[in-house]
């Protein structure tokens, strides 16, 4: 069942694309860095559904400040000074993610939050690169057929996500730094070899058992 009436689909997908164009231009850390406050937001939640009332009242630009937990005018300026050229080729890659995330939300009912969990950016722009010009339903089905059953969660992404924390909050309250976070959650680091002390402190912090985060 879609979350939403499919008349709002349009402005949903138009919205969210100009957000992530915005976001990746302009915001330190690109997209990759928003991508992760936007899944765990309010905002992102107000899609959850069925019977969903997503909150978009305003303009790309607005989405981006508000998940960002608003920016002063000076701020926003200054972002506007430091705005990154896109590589060629991929002048509209973050505009297409954004997009066909609004796209592939509504078509499966799930959640921001349960889609960041395998359908990151870097899985976003290789859909990119090699289904740009399919339709939004199709690239949809891929993702649903392929990416969502290939790449299942770590235990740490899990809890993470169910806690409602984005990996930069994770960071900052266990002490464990953010580069491991990210590599565990992608698997390029075992967390089964971590040291006790960060996998005890991202526990406390999760509400969880040491022996939850750790992979089978």
């Not at 926003?76 to 509209?92: C, F, I, S």
């Not at 066909?100 to 899985?123: C, N, P, S």
């Amino acid at each position: 069942m879609h979350p939403y009436p499919e008349d709002r689909l349009g402005d949903v997908m138009n919205t969210l694309g100009k957000a992530f164009d915005f976001a990746d231009k302009l915001l330190p850390g690109g997209l990759e860095s928003f991508y992760d406050l936007f899944t765990s937001s309010a905002l992102a939640r107000s899609f959850d559904g069925p019977g969903a009332n997503p909150q978009l009242s305003g303009s790309g630009i607005e989405l981006v400040l508000s998940v960002c937990e608003g920016q002063s005018s000076d701020g926003l300026d200054l972002m506007l000074m430091n705005e990154r050229r896109p590589a060629k080729g991929t002048q509209d890659r973050a505009k297409w993610c954004g997009r066909m995330l609004a796209y592939h939300q509504w078509d499966t009912g799930a959640t921001f939050r349960g889609i960041a969990m395998y359908l990151g950016v870097k899985e976003l722009f290789s859909l990119f690169e090699t289904h740009r010009i399919a339709s939004p339903r199709v690239v949809s089905l891929y993702i649903t057929e392929v990416l969502a059953k290939r790449d299942a969660p770590t235990r740490l992404r899990r809890y993470r996500a169910d806690a409602g924390l984005t990996q930069a909050a994770l960071s900052e309250a266990s002490g464990v730094s953010l580069r491991s976070i990210q590599q565990y959650e992608q698997r390029k680091k075992d967390i089964n070899r971590a040291q006790a002390k960060s996998v005890w402190s991202l526990a406390q912090e999760l509400g969880c058992k040491v022996e939850d985060l750790l992979e089978p």
